[in-house]
């Protein structure tokens, strides 16, 4: 396709991109923006590590063509919080430590957000649920879990 100017609001400003409209929203994010939260992954939609918000919901940021972010709001782990004022999910994912090489972590965190913005109290049941489809090759999976927990503001005691 030939490339053409799209703009796109990505944490809450306004971005000139200058690419093909069917340009993975990923690369539009890492290259031409320098938003390295978003990880690429699998380049198929199925681990997790490109997970962005869109519009508060959860998407896989790899195969979603640039153009169909247009007139949407894109939310990256960038936009959550800062190194001095992390966003609550964050901060839970500091405080219980839930990375090991810190890959899968943006699609975690992004996940976690996405589903307390739905469900603020979700049951772990449903945590696992919302989390089924990010993939971590390091077995974080408890401390990810308590992360989400402590998000939701459960008590952690049930994972022990």
């Known amino acids: 396709m030939t490339p053409a100017t799209i703009r796109l609001t990505v944490n809450g400003q306004t971005h000139d991109v200058t690419a093909a409209p069917d340009t993975p929203l990923l690369h539009a994010l890492r290259n031409d923006l320098g938003l390295n939260g978003p990880k690429y992954g699998c380049g198929l939609g199925e681990c997790g590590a490109c997970t962005v918000l869109i519009d508060g919901r959860a998407a896989r940021s790899c195969v979603i063509p640039i153009e169909g972010c247009v007139g949407r709001t894109v939310t990256t782990l960038e936009g959550l919080g800062s190194r001095e004022a992390p966003d609550p999910v964050q901060q ?14 943006n699609g975690m965190i992004m996940t976690t957000k996405a589903l307390l913005a739905i469900k603020p109290d979700p049951s772990l049941d449903e945590i696992k649920q919302a989390l089924r489809y990010n993939l971590c090759r ?11 927990m402590r998000a939701a503001g459960h008590a952690l005691e049930a994972l022990d």
């Open 92 to 105: 839970a994912f500091i405080a219980e430590q839930a990375a090991q090489c810190g890959y899968c972590l």
């Open 138 to 148: 390091c077995g974080a999976h408890i401390e990810i879990l308590r992360a989400a």
